[in-house]
């Protein structure tokens, strides 16, 4: 089948354009080149407010004020104070906070392995930043797995210690912290917001009982804390990575109950809390098969949340879309004493 009359075999690209020695192509010849036609010039309200003159006054209207508005503030005098402070550009390579929380502070000094938390960068307010810059060397320490902490040159004291991996804001740390201040709490994060805020809240209500610790947990318990170092475990509301091929990544699991059970002293208290019901049942199953732990309700169940765990923001958000929050309370068993033949 041959072509349509008047046009070539060309691409789709190109369909429509009359062929070359076609009549239509023959009688634009003839015409000549179109006169060129001077642009339209684009009215001041768009095509939707031309159809209604009451919108287009109100956006006429509108115009005229920003215009006034501009006019006048670049002839008014420049305030000193008003003026935005010119932000230096960090040369490639240096730290964030030089006297700070380091981004990696273990580096790749240990084996590749699967991790339970995502670091997040977001925005570090000025009071943030100041805490970390003034405080970090007093209350902070990076997690790099190359000594071992003597916890009570750490706190200064031999007060019982307890752990808490993932604090957030810090906020409920922070109440945690003034409630018992006999106890010290060794929190551990990588959000650097967070760790800001923790070091803002110990230092305005004089919380020297609290510690900020930036890294892995897992290279905390395992390269830098001794046997029976600690009094206690808190982990409130860890990630729950919900999707099937994430659950590996999920924090509680057996390896980590086993290294947490050589760095608790007998009759430690565990305490974990969520609002991912399929994890909260992980967690019970997890808790109740290891043979270092036992759990503190005679039911074998859930625990009512304890007075000394306060309901965090994130907790109460949970609450307001109707989730359901089970805490977790096992104590560590003592240890098993190696038996002899007769």
Known sequence: MGNRPGYSRVSARYRGSPARGSPA??????KGPAPERPPK????????????????????????????IVSDSAHAPDAPDSAPVPRSPRPKGEPRFPDGPKADPAGSHFE?????????????????????????????????????LDLSELFGNARPVVLEIGFGMGEATAQ????????????????TPGQGNLLNLADRYGLSNIRVANGDAIILLREMLTPDALDGLRVYFPD???????H?????????LTLAATRLRPGALVHCATDWEPYAEQMLEVLTA??????????GGYAPRPAFRP????????????????????????????????
């Not at 192509?25 to 003839?30: D, F, K």
């Not at 010039?41 to 509108?62: F, G, I, K, N, Q």
């Not at 945690?176 to 959000?191: E, F, K, S, Y």
């Open 311 to 342: 309901v965090t923001r994130f907790e109460g958000q949970g609450l307001d879309k109707g989730h359901v929050v089970n805490d977790l309370l096992f104590r560590r068993v003592p240890h098993q004493q190696p038996t002899t033949g007769a």
């Open 240 to 246: 729950p990575w919900p999707k099937k091929r994430h």
């Open 25 to 30: 192509r023959e009688s634009a010849a003839r």
């Open 290 to 299: 290891h043979p270092h732990f036992e759990n503190t309700q005679p039911d």
């Open 176 to 191: 945690m912290g003034a409630d018992d201040p006999d106890t010290n709490i060794l929190a551990v994060d990588v959000h």
């Open 41 to 68: 010039e684009s009215p001041r309200t768009p095509r939707h407010a031309r159809r209604c003159p009451e919108r287009a006054e109100r956006l006429r209207a509108r115009a005229r004020k920003i215009d006034r």
């Open 248 to 256: 590996k990544r999920r924090l509680i699991q057996p390896e980590f």
């Open 112 to 148: 590749r392995r699967i991790r339970s938390f995502q670091p997040r960068r977001s925005r570090v307010t000025t009071g943030q930043a100041d805490a970390l810059q003034r405080l970090w060397p007093k209350w902070g320490l990076d997690i790099d797995g190359s000594r071992t």
